[in-house]
Nanobody
């Protein structure tokens, strides 16, 4: 089975930036759509962004659309999430996932076959 490992999380100040990486253990990573989800303390997991297999289509939640950018490098079996202008509302554990499908904007109406262990992102004011 494909294993996914996130990295790049950390503690930053409001307004700072971070870039998360998600490395797949086996390729070709281009076989899968992939994306990022996050879960804050006391809240349910929410959709952040998804990218198609070739990278030609991307999707973002309204709360991150103008600040985050998802990308992938299939030759390196790696996906990225560039996060700019972070604020305390972005504080959460961020999970990468692959082979996702469904309605990402509705909780419980989407599914992914492969998940990483998560990386903590904390933005303090």
């Amino acid at each position: 089975q494909v294993q996914l490992v996130e990295s790049g999380g950390g503690l930053v100040q409001t307004g700072d930036s971070l870039r998360l990486s998600c490395a797949a253990s086996e390729g070709p990573f281009s076989m899968y759509s992939a994306g990022w989800f996050r879960q804050a303390p006391g809240k349910e997991r929410e959709f952040v962004s998804v990218i198609s297999r070739s990278g030609d289509r991307t999707y973002y939640s309204d709360s991150v659309r103008s600040r985050f950018t998802i990308s992938r490098d299939n030759a390196k079996n790696t996906m990225y999430l560039q996060m700019n202008n972070l604020n305390p509302g972005d504080t959460a554990v961020y999970y990468c996932a692959a082979r996702c499908r469904g309605n990402y904007y509705l909780p419980g109406e989407h599914t992914c076959d492969f998940w990483g262990q998560g990386t903590q992102v904390t933005a303090s004011s």
